[in-house]
């Protein structure tokens, strides 16, 4: 069955990935320079669900950029759930990144571990549209898009750890550019996954539900941007008043020493 993809909505889910990762970056930055446990599981979570709905955004809208000769929707249930593992996957991602020293072996589990969550994520959104007769993938182009899903996991793991610290040379071009790579690494994951789906002629959408994709797929990305960006905002404003209550401390230390012991 021949398909088509609306160009703007794909440009948008390459956005939204690229944003993604920048705020798992900064966020990996954040968290491991967090002294207090409660503050980082705090952090932790609030990062994960923002990555996560990052992540399930970019494959959501880069979904609703697809279009058929038939009616297409998604059933709220399975969308749930992809949604899930995709928080799920963004804190264990989190969660490897901001380990003191991050070694080969978890290196390489946690890309194999969240690559095959992210193409879970994918592949169960796809299970969403309930398609009858079944969606049939092509095994090496499916096989594929799991290759690129773990290689793109491993290396974004790997950037996010290596640019910890704003002590490096020109730290943010560097974050900046890395998000972009990772986000185009997360969009290739999705659109060699839609490249492996074969719509055979005749096939029936169970949960097509007449709500136009357009209007979802702005109402997604307003969702992501909102939470991206408002994630980003306060772990920045949480950061700045972290390092005034240190300076704070730090001068009110120097005073005490000034004045000398007290009779």
Same mark, same amino acid.
């Given at each position: 069955m021949p398909s088509t993809y609306n160009p703007g909505l794909v440009?948008?889910?390459l956005i939204v990935a690229t944003l993604a990762s920048f705020t798992a970056i900064d966020l990996a930055?954040?968290?491991?320079?967090?002294?207090y446990a409660r503050a980082r599981h705090i952090?932790? *979570?609030a990062g994960a669900l923002a990555m996560g709905i990052g992540i399930w955004s970019m494959h959501f809208?880069?979904?609703?950029?697809?279009?058929l000769s038939i009616p297409l929707g998604y059933d709220p249930a399975i969308?749930?759930?992809s949604l899930v593992i995709a928080v799920l996957v963004s804190w264990f991602a989190l969660h490897v990144v901001t380990r003191e020293r991050l070694k080969l072996p978890w290196l390489l589990a946690g890309g194999v571990l969240m690559g095959l969550? #992210? @193409?879970?994520m994918h592949y169960m959104g796809m299970a969403a549209m309930l398609m009858q007769p079944a969606i049939r993938y092509e095994p090496r182009i499916f096989a594929a898009s799991i290759l690129i899903a773990? *290689?793109?996991s491993t290396a974004a793991l790997w950037v996010a750890h290596t640019l910890r610290g704003a002590h490096q040379d020109?730290?943010?071009?560097?974050? #900046?550019?890395? *998000?972009?790579?990772?986000? #185009?690494?997360? *969009?290739?994951?999705?659109?060699?996954?839609? @490249?492996a789906a074969n719509f055979p002629v005749g096939s029936v959408c169970g949960a097509a539900h007449g709500v136009k994709p357009q209007w979802l797929a702005d109402a997604v990305t307003l969702f992501a941007l909102v939470i991206l960006i408002g994630t980003l905002l306060l772990s920045r404003l949480d950061a700045r008043v972290a390092f005034l209550d240190n300076s704070v401390a730090r001068l009110n230390d120097q005073i005490e020493r000034m004045r000398g012991p007290t009779r």
């Open positions: 440009a948008i889910s930055d954040r968290l491991s320079i967090l002294a952090w932790l *979570a809208i880069g979904m609703l950029s697809f279009s969308t749930c759930y969550g #992210i @193409a879970g773990i *290689a793109a020109h730290v943010m071009r560097k974050r #900046i550019g890395a *998000a972009c790579v990772m986000g #185009i690494a997360i *969009a290739g994951m999705h659109y060699t996954g839609m @490249a």
